[in-house]
């Protein structure tokens, strides 16, 4: 690979890197994790087995009615805002 092809390479994955990482984080205002998994289990389920920040919400998995569910959560709220089984 020439130098000018290193060098825009690694600039395009050094911006990518750079909007993973920004994609993945809680804004400032919203809900701690551990509060949105109290309001997700007091919606119905009997475990939260993952949540992370993404897209601008909370995303998760967990058991309810013992299946395996995938859900969005309200950012400042903690409410669900969709779910559906996981596949």
């Given at each position: 690979m020439n130098k000018l092809?290193?060098?825009?390479f690694t600039a395009a994955l050094s911006a990518v890197s750079l909007n993973l990482a920004k994609a993945d984080q809680p804004g400032p205002d919203w809900m701690p994790a551990e509060q949105v998994k109290q309001k997700v289990l007091q919606s119905?389920?009997?475990?939260?087995?993952?949540l992370?920040?993404?897209?601008?919400?909370?995303?998760?998995?967990?058991?309810?009615?013992?299946?395996k569910m995938d859900f969005h959560a309200d950012p400042k709220t903690g409410v669900i805002t969709s779910e559906k089984v996981d596949d």
């Open positions: 092809a290193t060098v825009v119905g389920y009997t475990e939260v087995t993952k992370e920040a993404d897209d601008d919400q909370w995303e998760g998995e967990g058991i309810k009615n013992g299946q």
